[in-house]
């Protein structure tokens, strides 16, 4: 039995552009080319994202530090810190891709046709 092999990250993102491209297809093309940017910046921040929730849960969320010579704490790590910005960032991206999304049909049913309604 074949395994399958692991995507890189460039693979990943790519795969990602294109689900979030089918999500927009209706999308006028003027309009997705203005997008384009916004649509590579989500696809890499939805991608990245787990990388960082994985560095995380080996790491920890906080960090120790020392300030001088008898000050000593705890602190939030960089990657908590990148994560919760990511998270921000790509939560407006993926609002603003939907508030230029075209309205979608609703699809009546086939039993409301056969019905007449």
Same mark, same amino acid.
């Given at each position: 039995?074949?395994?399958?092999?692991?995507l890189? +990250?460039?693979? +990943?993102?790519?795969k990602?552009? $294109?689900?979030?491209?089918?999500?927009?297809?209706? @999308?006028?093309?003027?309009?997705?080319? /203005?997008?384009?940017?916004?649509?590579?910046t989500?696809?890499? #921040?939805?991608? %990245?994202?787990?990388? @960082?929730?994985?560095?995380?849960?080996?790491? *920890?969320?906080?960090?120790?530090?020392?300030? *001088?010579?008898?000050?000593? *704490?705890?602190?939030? %790590?960089?990657? /908590?810190?990148?994560l919760?910005?990511?998270?921000?960032?790509?939560?407006?991206?993926?609002?603003?891709?939907?508030?230029?999304?075209?309205?979608?049909?609703?699809?009546? $049913?086939?039993?409301?046709d056969? #019905? *007449?309604?």
């Amino acid at each position: 039995m074949a395994t399958r092999r692991e995507l890189t +990250k460039e693979e +990943k993102i790519k795969k990602e552009i $294109s689900r979030i491209k089918r999500a927009l297809k209706d @999308l006028d093309k003027n309009k997705l080319t /203005v997008v384009e940017p916004l649509i590579k910046t989500a696809a890499f #921040m939805a991608v %990245s994202l787990p990388e @960082l929730e994985a560095t995380i849960n080996e790491n *920890g969320f906080v960090v120790e530090y020392k300030n *001088g010579e008898n000050q000593y *704490g705890t602190k939030q %790590s960089d990657e /908590v810190k990148t994560l919760l910005a990511m998270q921000k960032n790509l939560c407006t991206a993926v609002k603003t891709l939907a508030d230029i999304a075209p309205a979608t049909k609703k699809k009546d $049913s086939r039993l409301k046709d056969i #019905m *007449g309604e």
